[in-house]
């Protein structure tokens, strides 16, 4: 049975080690790039497998209107930017490649955290314009504000692998306790890491250094709005290294101009790239990067060849690296049972990860 990919994530060609992947397995690629549902659909319409980026988001529109499909293959760790729920519902996997940037985005998150606390960007830059040897001033208006991490309150919000990751870095740097947020994660876990498990709010209140790790879902979602923010020291500083949607940027934006916290640094935003006349760019208090904190060479290899395994995968019955609706398979079981169907002639999905 022949079989056939289609890549549509736009913003950069795949490489050609998820492209060699596929073709060493006989099995037929295709890269178009798309940037609209539509776009997606006449590239992808007789696609048995649809690997995708962050944008644009896979819809129900889409899903729907790809008979043949089988999975939806998300670049990266997330699945947030495809509808789950539809994809379940029709009988379509949602794949992943998590662990491949744990450390790179703890260690983003880390360097944020560090840059804006000691300055770095701003001083590089005072420097570079000469300020040093003619405007001493300057200088010392920035050494003022340098701060340290050591004896103050480190905050986590959701504390999975990145957030432990997280965690084991910045204890390094002497905190005088490290808190996290996580529903999910009891505290005997948490203790393995040093952390102490608290609410919401009281992560809030006593955070003076606060950072996001968590996925993006309808529970996380604008759970950072201006209310939040109100409830920080004036003094914190916070840190978004993990999904835009968690962060309502327009209470971002107010907190920051208003002083409800005084500096925060982000590597997402809700809509990606972020546009050039944003009011974010204009904040001299916000640090922001391109979505780039998972990335890295090793990061980059690992990520390109296990997209690649799990379009192979999902059509020979091998284990994937990531599923992000095991319900899915009990859905498959009863459209198998009902007829023909996109699965016909397929092995059933083996769902349990391997790295």
């Not at 529109?61 to 939806?72: F, I, R």
């Not at 996997?93 to 940037?101: F, K, M, R």
């Not at 327009?250 to 920051?256: D, H, N, R, S, Y």
């Not at 095991?326 to 397929?346: F, H, L, M, N, Y």
Request: glycine fraction near 8%; proline fraction near 6%.
């Amino acid at each position: 049975m022949a079989f056939k990919v289609v890549i549509t994530m736009y913003n950069r060609p795949p490489s050609d080690l998820t492209m060699n992947v596929i073709r060493e397995a006989g099995i037929d690629v295709e890269y178009v790039p798309a940037t609209t549902e539509n776009e997606v659909i006449t590239a992808a319409k007789d696609a048995d497998v649809l690997l995708v980026g962050t944008v644009p988001h896979t819809t129900r529109k889409v899903l729907e209107a790809l008979p043949n499909l089988k999975m939806v293959g998300r670049s990266g760790v997330g699945v947030d930017s495809v509808d789950l729920d539809a994809a379940t519902e029709l009988g379509i996997c949602v794949t992943n490649t998590p662990g491949i940037n744990t450390s790179e985005v703890a260690d983003h998150a880390m360097a944020m955290l560090l840059s804006i606390t000691r300055k770095i960007p701003e001083q590089n830059a005072a420097l570079k314009a000469g300020a040093w040897s003619d405007r001493p001033k300057e200088v010392a208006v920035l050494r003022d504000q340098l701060r340290r991490i050591a004896g103050n309150t480190v905050g986590i919000f959701g504390l999975g692998s990145i957030g432990k990751g997280f965690a084991n870095r910045v204890r390094g740097f002497g905190p005088g306790k490290i808190i996290a947020y996580d529903p999910y994660v009891p505290q005997t876990a948490a203790d393995l890491v040093g952390v102490q498990m608290v609410d919401f709010d009281t992560l809030l209140a006593e955070s003076d250094y606060l950072t996001v790790h968590s996925p993006a879902t309808v529970e996380t979602n604008h759970i950072f709005n201006i209310d939040a923010f109100r409830k920080m020291k004036p003094t914190a500083v916070f840190i978004n290294c993990a999904r835009g949607p968690i962060v309502d940027e327009a209470g971002l934006q107010e907190a920051l101009q208003t002083g409800e916290i005084i500096a925060a640094g982000i590597d997402v935003t809700e809509q990606e790239p972020l546009d050039a006349e944003s009011p974010l760019l204009k904040l001299n208090n916000l640090t922001i990067s391109p979505h780039v904190a998972g990335t890295s060479d090793v990061s980059g290899i690992a990520g390109a060849t296990r997209w690649g395994e799990n379009a192979v995968n999902i059509l020979t019955g091998k284990p994937l690296h990531g599923l992000g609706n095991p319900e899915v398979v009990k859905r498959i079981a009863v459209i198998r049972s009902q007829g023909t169907s996109r699965w016909d002639g397929i092995p059933d999905p083996v769902t349990e990860a391997w790295s």
